[in-house]
């Protein structure tokens, strides 16, 4: 059983907003709350393909919070992996620190040119919040050179979508979505790659 005077931690509670202008989502703060957090000492896989991170516990007062929010605390970002009720006036959150990064993807459409033949026109440049995490490196002998793929997995809010062979703009790096994972009711996870010369 959780006591009051142990609730001493300020948090805030984010949430997911469509940007005003349409052109993706970008997490906003809310509710500022007290709570009580710790680590655990566990490592938590909040993502299924990707490595896992040391989990930490935050504590509260029951209250309208779900799995598709996420927490500020002391200025870390704090990923929800999983909710539970350990009593009747209280919640328990596994999180762990996984600052998001913003991303773009650009979508395309294809259109009819003057001669009707199909060319990839831009539709819109979507933004969006991923927590990305590490997944095993591979090593290809080239003919000339020798390259190393770099992978990723961008662990994404539900409402964010992406496709096999979309490409993702991260900083001035460009990935290239491999794998799509979507079975989560609360968030994608994408695997992305980039080749780099070793």
């Not at 949430?15 to 906003?28: E, F, I, K, R």
């Not at 080239?142 to 662990?155: P, Q, R, S, Y």
Request: aromatic share 8%.
């Amino acid at each position: 059983m959780v006591q009051a005077g142990e609730l001493r931690e300020r948090v805030v509670i984010l949430s997911l907003v469509d940007n005003p202008d349409g052109t993706g989502w970008d997490w906003q703060e809310g509710k500022t709350t007290w709570a009580k957090v710790e680590q655990t000492g566990k490592r938590s896989l909040f993502s299924t393909v990707g490595m896992s991170r040391p989990e930490w516990r935050v504590t509260m007062r029951r209250q309208k919070l779900t799995l598709f929010q996420a927490l500020r605390w002391r200025g870390h970002f704090l990923f929800l992996a999983e909710l539970t009720h350990p009593d009747r006036g209280h919640i328990e959150l596994s999180v762990v620190q996984a600052e998001p990064v913003q991303c773009t993807v650009q979508r395309t459409k294809v259109e009819k040119n003057a001669l009707n033949n199909p060319t990839l026109a831009t539709e819109r440049v979507l933004s969006f919040p991923a927590c990305l995490t590490e997944k095993y490196e591979g090593f290809a002998q080239g003919d000339v050179h020798d390259t190393l793929t770099h992978t990723l997995v961008a662990i994404c809010p539900k409402a964010v979508t992406l496709r096999a062979g979309e490409v993702v703009t991260i900083g001035d790096a460009r990935y290239r979505v491999q794998i799509e994972h979507t079975l989560s009711e609360y968030k994608n996870e994408y695997e992305i790659t980039r080749e780099v010369d070793a």
